[in-house]
């Protein structure tokens, strides 16, 4: 069965937003990096076997018990923290009932009234210089669901397929779910608070080192809420949610069609429909899921086989002295300290070299020439290679310590920058060091006054035109000179010295 | 030396003990012995439903060789014992009396198997249970009931009839049982033979297929008190593996129970548990048995628990409401049972999901099923589960104040002697009430014992007291089991069970 999608009828953005203010809601799962599972001792490795990392616990058999993971719990608090929120001194798990064939128990064991941290926020800088607090409603602690693959049918979709396979791996590792309150007041912004959300909470999370925070692999997800508002109301109209929005583009993407796909609804004096919606990256339209009613019913009641999540203060403070400072903040010091502009810097955050600079800085490099050496060719290879800077030149064996060794031999004087730049390709290309580089290519400035001189006296007598043009006070016309000489010297020579020389001899300094 | 006995079944675990540690007898022989008399007269009792001879006779080789080879070993190495069909036990089928789990072989043991194992005690079989433990006759096992050995027409409790069964027809010394609202001490009450509860988180229930995850607890369903302490012994004690697990060391039972005193113990007799409502000759052995221990030293005081008036309405929303979501886990896709729906050529996982669910639970679990799911609705939580909590809470109060005056509770075990097959079978309210003295302990999750108080004068069947006592101190149970043992044992010449019918007269 092959499946093509039809959009519903759209407003323009511009429309939409002339009559209707967005309201959204945004649901986000992390899968926390802890080395086992939420509720057992099961490995969390990513691409694993099917079924290779499953035990009692994790496939729901008859008798098995949960047993919380204390790494899993201090990450959920630092999240918490991290997004300044309060931080429950008892809660408890709970089931949320609902039957599902990846689901092993036909529960999910997470938290229903008593989130582990609550009432929080986390500020977001717009491109044009403001910000946007979203205000957090809770992040609770869950476990992930296995993973269907329906064989069969065209589409890998359930409806067609012949069967289905289930794989437990991912059953029972450890989710944060972050959920803000409505966020109100975006205007024609509400995409791009979206995305600079989803994105800070990205490096957020990256900073605590809670998660890998793979959108691509499914290690964040995000859920997309959306309604709109009639300008000047203050009830909040029906929402969708869409699912499974999974990268920053999407987010933002998904955002603004569901504005005008709801501006359409509301504009034809229609109703928008409570449901959930699939979103098509390919096509960039949302479609209708199932329908979702408040009739919807969990049967949640406190999970028995667990005992309560009760962090002593002295914990909590404990976990708060770990948190590292917050990804903006720290972008701003390191711009300022590096002396960056705001184009520079942006560039060095997308290209994720901010560690790798704050690195080479600290063995020694200058923030200019740090910038300059990883965002040059090393970034150009790694992006032929479809890898990240950081990866790539850990696999070149390349480091920081590389960088401030060229730029000494540049300071020192034995390379000019097109030698250095000769030499940082040889280190690229395994050839070694740049020091080794540089003497096995035989690289340095031509230092010996008296080869200068030779090559000096050489091209003044050839080019007696040239010369007396000099001595006549065009000085410009040295440059000519200075081009031979560089040639003759093989490029070796310092043009600024051979221009001093020429200009001694022809008696004009 | 002990004396090579006629028939090692009659002994008693202890005594067993000793004579396989002088040697008297091999784990080998004493196994065997019970698998014969298991073969003798469990087409009538029907108390097993998976019989391991091969296994158990393994085990009790090992055991034999390791004794040879003088390793230290456990003091009840090589004494076997029956598990109800509850615990998971890895290679041995489990099926919880359930149609749903036929054919089901565990990959792991429940940390009690592994500490009985551990202990070199072979595994004889399974025993028989009602549904999910949901009874107390075990006639809603979906393998047919079990008999009681004092009368085969009659239930032998439940739901862990198979385990008090196996043990008062001597085809295991020592039984493995579990109890939600009374499912060890009532069939122990009614099969003359000894069953503990013990406080909630004092034996693991890693591996203990969840009926209602905060009542469940296992225990010993054993003939004589001194044993029940010396399996608790082995399966008590805190585990990593189940949150809930008490993380302190089992409780001086053994001690207790050895020293069988209650010189100045303070009886509580519950005025809401006494009288009204139990069968007079269940009332009337209750009263003596209390009597024999005031001769004893002891002292009676009354305490009244009003709460416990709401314990069974209680109890009958919190059981099913969590067994609701325990039983959720039943569904075809991973193991078990799988029945496709009739006429459908390609089901969906929720359709096969559903049949199997149909064809596999029996009745009352669907009854329960049901309940649970409605107690738990969204607008009728607080009303229902809520309000449920909320009696467990004025229970626990209850025990704590009663507590404050007394050292130990009792009343009658269960309201009558065993009844007839059948009688109730169609009367859930009526089987319901079985249990109305001993929720309250699993709604608290308190200790208790049942210990055989004679035999009702209108009927000739066995009747039980219960002792409880407050949480993690369960040697107090043992204490009053064992002085209160010994004295009837005194009176009556002999052990209750000597008058029990001889099911096999030709046999052993
Ligand atoms: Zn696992």
Known sequence: MTTTHVGEPVLSFEEALAAYDPVMGLEVHVELNTATKMFCGCATTFGAEPNSQVCPVCLGLPGALPVVNEKGVESAIRIGLALNCEIASWCRFARKNYFYPDMPKNFQTSQYDEPISFDGHLDVELSDGSTYRVEIERAHMEEDTGKSLHVGGSTGRIHGADHSLVDYNRAGIPLIEIVTKPMLGAGEQAPEVARAYVSALRDLLKALGVSDVRMEQGSMRCDVNLSLMPKGSTTLGTRSETKNVNSLRSVERAVRYEVGRHAAVLASGRRVVQETRHWHEDTGITTSGREKSDAEDYRYFPEPDLVPVAPSRETVEALRATLPENPATRRKRLQSDWGYSDLEMRDVVNAGLVELIEETVAAGATPAGARKWWSGEVARRANTEAQDVVTYAASLGVTPAHVVELEELVTSGRLNDSMARQVWEGVLDGEGSPTAVADARGLQLVRDDGALEAAVDEVIAANPDVAQKIRDGKVQAVGALIGQVMKATKGQADAGQARTVILERLGVS | ?508
Not at chain 2, 396 to 401: N, S, T, V, Y
Request: proline letters at 8%.
């Open chain 2, 1 to 508: 030396m002990t004396a090579v006995p006629t028939d090692p079944t009659r002994l008693t675990a202890a005594e067993m003990a000793d004579a396989l540690a002088t040697g008297a007898i091999s784990s080998a022989e004493l196994t065997q012995a019970h698998l014969d008399r298991t073969a003798a007269v469990d087409d009538a009792v029907h108390a097993y439903l998976h019989v391991d001879a091969d296994g158990a006779i393994a085990a009790a080789r090992a055991v034999d060789a390791r004794r040879a080879a003088r390793e230290p070993l456990h003091p009840l190495a090589g004494v076997p014992v029956a598990v109800k069909d509850v615990m998971a036990t890895k290679g041995l089928p489990t099926t919880c009396g359930s149609r749903i789990l036929e054919g089901w072989v565990p990959p792991y043991d429940a940390t009690l198997v592994t500490r009985l194992r551990e202990a070199g005690m072979p595994i004889l079989g399974k025993t028989n249970m009602d549904e999910f433990a949901m009874g107390s006759s075990t006639e809603h096992s979906a393998y047919g009931p079990t008999h009681n050995p004092w009368d085969l027409d009659r239930i032998p409790g439940g739901s862990g009839g198979g385990s008090s069964s196996v043990v008062a027809s001597y085809q295991a010394p020592l039984a493995i049982g579990t109890d939600t609202g009374g499912s060890i001490r009532q069939p122990a009450a009614v099969t003359g033979t000894v069953g503990v509860k013990p406080t909630y988180g004092g034996v693991s229930r890693y591996g203990l297929v969840a009926l209602a995850s905060s009542l469940d607890q296992a225990g010993p369903c054993t003939r004589t008190v001194l044993d029940a302490a010396l399996l608790h012994d082995v399966i008590g004690g805190h585990d990593p593996m189940d949150s809930t697990s008490i993380d302190a060391p089992v409780p001086p039972v053994v001690e207790a129970a050895r020293r069988a005193d209650v010189s100045g113990l303070r009886i509580g007799i519950v005025r809401e548990l006494t009288g009204e409502g139990f069968q007079p000759g269940v009332q009337q052995r209750f009263d003596e048995a209390v009597a024999l221990l005031v001769e004893r030293g002891a002292r009676v005081v009354e305490v009244s628990c009003p709460s416990f008036a709401y314990a069974l309405a209680a109890y009958y929303l919190i059981l099913p409401s969590e067994a609701s979501s325990n039983l959720a886990k039943f569904d075809a896709m991973r193991y078990g049972l799988r029945v496709g729906p009739p006429e459908v050529a390609h089901p969906s996982a929720e359709q096969v999901m559903a049949a199997t669910r149909d064809a596999g639970f029996g009745p009352e679990v669907k009854r329960r099923i049901i309940l649970g799911t409605y107690a738990l609705s969204s607008g009728y939580y607080d009303a229902y589960y809520g309000t449920a909590q909320k009696v467990r809470r004025l229970i626990a109060d209850d025990f704590a104040r009663a507590f404050e005056t007394a050292d130990v509770l009792a009343s009658p075990t269960a309201p009558t002697t065993a009844f007839r097959l059948g009688d109730k079978l169609d009367d859930p309210m009526a089987m319901y009430l079985n249990d109305i003295a001993t929720i309250p302990a699993n709604l608290a999750g308190v200790p208790g014992i049942s210990v055989p108080s004679g035999l009702a004068p209108e009927d000739g069947l066995p009747t039980g007291i219960q002792f409880l006592a407050p949480a993690t101190e369960d040697e107090r149970l043992y204490a009053a089991g064992a002085a209160l043992e010994a004295a009837l044992t005194d009176r009556w010449g002999g052990p209750l069970l000597a008058s029990a019918p001889d099911l096999a007269p030709q046999g052993a």
